[in-house]
């Protein structure tokens, strides 16, 4: 019975071990994409379709004559897009009520980076509203 008792501990323990590794190695991975993901919304590519879309709503965006006078990424918000592409929230003259959240992806044909577009909060829509 002991001898029993042992191959069971032992079959137990390496299921557990493997089980364990595994996890380990699927974080690993997971953190290796979010990583990939901040590097890609952080590029200059990314940054000028940023502007472009906050031009498109404030046509003085960025210069002393517009309303958004500043962008921040909220690195925290960067996520993957169950359909393709990345998602993130861009706050708006540090201001916590109006953020944009913002969609880019990769053409097929040309591997070059577009956005899908963005979405206003209340608060940057009153804000351009004004």
Do not use: W
Not at 88 to 96: C, G, L, T, V, Y
Request: a negative charge.
């Amino acid at each position: 019975m002991k001898q029993k008792h042992k191959i069971i501990l032992s079959v137990v323990s390496l299921f557990l071990a493997l089980c364990l590794g595994g996890g380990m190695y699927m974080a690993h991975k997971n953190q290796e994409f979010q990583n990939e993901m901040t590097r890609i919304v952080h590029s200059k590519e990314v940054k000028k379709l940023i502007v472009e879309e906050l031009k498109a709503i404030d046509s003085n965006a960025l210069t002393e004559k517009g309303k958004i006078h500043s962008y921040k990424i909220d690195d925290a918000s960067i996520r993957h897009n169950p359909m393709g592409g990345i998602m993130f929230d861009i706050i708006i003259n540090d201001s916590i009520s109006m953020v944009g959240e913002m969609g880019i992806q990769k053409d097929g044909g040309s591997e070059q980076l577009s956005s899908v577009g963005m979405s206003e909060s209340a608060g940057l829509q009153a804000l351009v509203g004004e």
